[in-house]
């Protein structure tokens, strides 16, 4: 697998796309989830250009195996896309909200915040989905600034 690897995923309305960014220390790929969906399972550089839905951890080697996903090409990763060292969770306590973690990615040092400024909403969720989670949200359209 080399950096700019984008595969599809089949959905209910189509196929989503991921790219794969890096594998970090632990053995974890993260992937762009990109934006276009498409009926023909075709995607071009204009596509993987826009910006993303959400990056996110996923064990993208593993699906490729089992055929989860399937390769489509290599595409650049586009210039204005930052792997940010922040992401973010919710923080419940028995079910009660009582706010948001920003975890530092590499030191997964945390800290609390109760209201996301703008910059922090941009900020993808943090850990590691599965392709089942990444189909739903897909299929539900589910973007980083309706997360509140």
Same mark, same amino acid.
């Given at each position: 697998?080399?950096?700019?690897?984008?595969?599809?995923?089949? %959905?209910?309305?189509?196929?989503?796309?991921? *790219?794969?960014?890096? $594998?970090?220390?632990?053995?974890?790929?993260?992937?762009?989830?990109?934006?276009?969906?498409? /009926? +023909?399972?075709?995607? %071009? *550089? /204009? #596509?993987?250009? *826009? %910006?993303? &839905?959400?990056?996110?951890? !996923?064990?993208?080697? $593993? /699906? /490729?195996?089992?055929?989860?996903?399937?390769?489509? #090409? +290599?595409?650049?990763?586009?210039?204005?896309?930052?792997?940010?060292? !922040?992401?973010?969770?919710?923080?419940?306590?028995?079910?009660? !909200?009582?706010?948001?973690?920003?975890?530092?990615?590499? $030191?997964?040092? &945390?800290?609390?915040?109760?209201?996301?400024?703008?910059?922090?909403?941009?900020?993808?969720?943090? #850990?590691?989905?599965?392709? %089942?989670?990444?189909?739903? &949200?897909?299929? *539900?359209?589910? &973007?980083?600034?309706?997360?509140?």
């Amino acid at each position: 697998m080399k950096i700019g690897d984008v595969f599809k995923i089949k %959905t209910n309305i189509g196929f989503g796309y991921l *790219q794969y960014v890096e $594998t970090d220390d632990l053995g974890i790929d993260f992937v762009r989830v990109l934006e276009p969906i498409s /009926a +023909n399972g075709e995607i %071009t *550089q /204009a #596509g993987v250009d *826009q %910006t993303e &839905r959400w990056n996110i951890g !996923f064990p993208l080697k $593993t /699906a /490729a195996r089992r055929k989860i996903v399937e390769m489509v #090409g +290599n595409f650049e990763i586009p210039k204005s896309f930052v792997n940010s060292e !922040f992401a973010r969770s919710e923080h419940n306590i028995r079910g009660e !909200f009582l706010g948001w973690h920003i975890v530092h990615k590499s $030191t997964l040092k &945390r800290e609390l915040k109760s209201d996301l400024d703008e910059k922090n909403l941009k900020l993808s969720p943090h #850990g590691i989905m599965n392709d %089942t989670l990444i189909v739903e &949200r897909l299929e *539900q359209n589910w &973007r980083l600034e309706n997360w509140k």
